[in-house]
């Protein structure tokens, strides 16, 4: 039987992908710009969309209006819809990014830091205080720019996690991964959504070729085995 504890399931992921991060808007964001807000943004655009749709309305975002509290808390909502129409959800994701540049712009003077810099349980409060933004919106963030020790999950790391076996909500699945060891959790979230985006598929999963295959419970119902997840 093969160990399905979280840090050996993350140690196959690491040996069979190479995560790339042009292939993630909101790490590509931060890499080039070094701005929590921009990530925030960025984000937001993710939400139930492609990084490549995501990163096309970023652009233009940035390049017809600027992607800066100030700008964002000044501009019309229509102006926001306009760069954003060729995206899903662009109604809600432009009344989102309206929301939070202005409460960011009014109630910290256009300064994230200062709601970053209240630790990881108050700063993802204030961040979720605005309709919109959920508990894996907020912990992108405040992993990505503070490296702190949250676990975003995401759909493809829900779908994975109870295929596993882990079943529960966004709090008892976060918890699981964070068992992975030496600060690696932003490594485990990029390796477990590649893995959600080339194998562990929504339809049609290659589970023949999946490298935690001894390891999943959605795969012992097919083929008659499995191990253990550690919960």
């Known amino acids: 039987m093969e160990s399905c504890d979280p840090s050996d399931i993350i140690s196959k992921l690491d040996q069979a992908y190479k995560v790339v991060p042009e292939d993630f808007l909101s790490l590509e964001v931060w890499l080039k710009t070094s701005d929590p807000f921009k990530v925030l943004i960025a984000t937001i655009l993710t939400q139930n969309t492609s990084d490549k749709g995501a990163k096309r309305a970023y652009e233009k975002l940035e390049n017809t209006i600027g992607v800066t509290p100030l700008k964002l808390s000044s501009a019309s909502l229509e102006s926001i819809k306009e760069c954003l129409k060729e995206i899903g959800l662009y109604n809600s994701?432009?009344?989102?990014?309206?929301?939070?540049?202005?409460?960011?712009?009014?109630?910290?003077?256009?300064?994230?830091?200062?709601?970053?810099?209240?630790?990881?349980?108050?700063?993802?409060?204030?961040?979720?205080?605005?309709?919109?933004?959920?508990?894996?919106?907020?912990?992108?963030?405040?992993l990505t720019c503070k490296n702190y020790e949250v676990f975003p999950v995401d759909t493809h790391i829900f779908r994975i996690s109870e295929r596993l076996g882990i079943?529960?909500?966004?709090?008892?699945?976060?918890?699981?991964?964070?068992?992975?060891?030496?600060?690696?959790?932003?490594?485990?979230h990029l390796l477990?959504?590649?893995?959600?985006?080339?194998?562990?598929?929504?339809?049609?999963?290659?589970?023949?070729?999946?490298?935690?295959?001894?390891?999943?419970?959605?795969?012992?119902?097919?083929?008659?085995?499995?191990?253990?997840?550690?919960?």
């Open 192 to 231: 477990l959504i590649t893995h959600g985006r080339k194998t562990c598929k929504a339809n049609k999963p290659l589970c023949n070729i999946c490298v935690i295959n001894g390891c999943c419970k959605y795969y012992a119902r097919l083929h008659g085995s499995v191990g253990s997840t550690s919960s």
């Open 93 to 142: 994701k432009s009344k989102t990014i309206k929301a939070i540049s202005s409460f960011i712009q009014e109630k910290y003077r256009g300064n994230i830091e200062e709601i970053l810099n209240l630790g990881v349980e108050e700063a993802r409060k204030s961040l979720t205080s605005v309709p919109g933004i959920g508990k894996k919106t907020a912990d992108v963030v405040l």
């Open 167 to 188: 079943v529960g909500n966004y709090d008892k699945v976060s918890k699981f991964w964070l068992k992975v060891s030496n600060k690696k959790n932003m490594l485990s």
